[in-house]
């Protein structure tokens, strides 16, 4: 038997352009890696307040929600609340759950106050897990929601939701 012929020796690395040039060597990261593609950074002027002149309404709700680890003590207070000039809060109801689940012993509070202060109990959820509904007035900047829970499970993540509308000020001609 004849002997095996070696294949012919090929480069380990092929370099591109394969038209006989040689491809300088830059460093990682500098301008001519990137083939001096950037170009400065341009910051989009601020909108001057005078420009949101209309009012869009019965939105669905954004930032209604909050979450936190139960401390060691096992209770915890969060908050929510409306944010931005001509933004009112219309909530309808609100979920509450912890890691722990259905077999969470925890109580939690709802409450609506204002400047971070508890002032008027809205609802209350036995299992630390459920949903409340919620009538309470709209809700202008400075007001919140808040949830307290007591004997929670330290370590679980708890956490809640706001279902509702929303009005917030628009730079168009609203809706």
């Given at each position: 038997m004849p002997?095996?012929?070696a294949?012919?020796?090929?480069?380990?690395?092929?370099r591109?352009?394969?038209?006989?040039k040689?491809?300088?060597?830059?460093p990682?990261?500098?301008w001519?890696?990137a083939g001096?593609?950037?170009?400065?950074?341009?910051?989009?002027?601020?909108?001057?307040?005078?420009?949101?002149?209309?009012?869009?309404?019965?939105?669905?709700?954004?930032?209604?929600?909050a979450?936190?680890?139960?401390?060691?003590?096992?209770?915890?207070?969060?908050q929510?609340?409306?944010q931005g000039?001509?933004?009112?809060?219309?909530?309808?109801?609100i979920?509450?759950?912890?890691?722990?689940g259905?077999?969470?012993?925890?109580?939690?509070?709802?409450?609506l106050?204002?400047?971070?202060?508890?002032?008027?109990?809205?609802?209350s959820?036995f299992s630390?897990?459920g949903?409340?509904?919620?009538?309470?007035?709209?809700?202008q900047?400075?007001?919140?929601?808040i949830?307290?829970?007591?004997n929670?499970?330290?370590?679980?993540?708890?956490?809640?939701?706001?279902?509702?509308?929303?009005d917030?000020?628009?730079?168009?001609?609203?809706?």
């Amino acid at each position: 038997m004849p002997p095996v012929q070696a294949p012919p020796p090929v480069a380990a690395v092929v370099r591109w352009p394969r038209s006989g040039k040689t491809v300088p060597a830059v460093p990682a990261g500098s301008w001519a890696a990137a083939g001096n593609r950037f170009t400065k950074r341009r910051v989009n002027p601020p909108v001057p307040i005078g420009n949101y002149t209309g009012k869009i309404s019965g939105v669905p709700l954004t930032g209604g929600q909050a979450s936190g680890q139960v401390p060691a003590g096992g209770a915890i207070t969060l908050q929510v609340g409306p944010q931005g000039l001509g933004t009112t809060w219309y909530p309808a109801q609100i979920t509450l759950s912890t890691t722990t689940g259905a077999l969470d012993t925890s109580t939690a509070l709802v409450y609506l106050g204002s400047g971070g202060v508890p002032t008027t109990q809205v609802g209350s959820v036995f299992s630390g897990n459920g949903v409340a509904a919620l009538a309470v007035p709209a809700m202008q900047p400075g007001d919140f929601i808040i949830v307290s829970w007591t004997n929670g499970h330290p370590g679980d993540v708890a956490s809640f939701n706001i279902i509702g509308t929303q009005d917030a000020l628009t730079t168009g001609s609203g809706r």
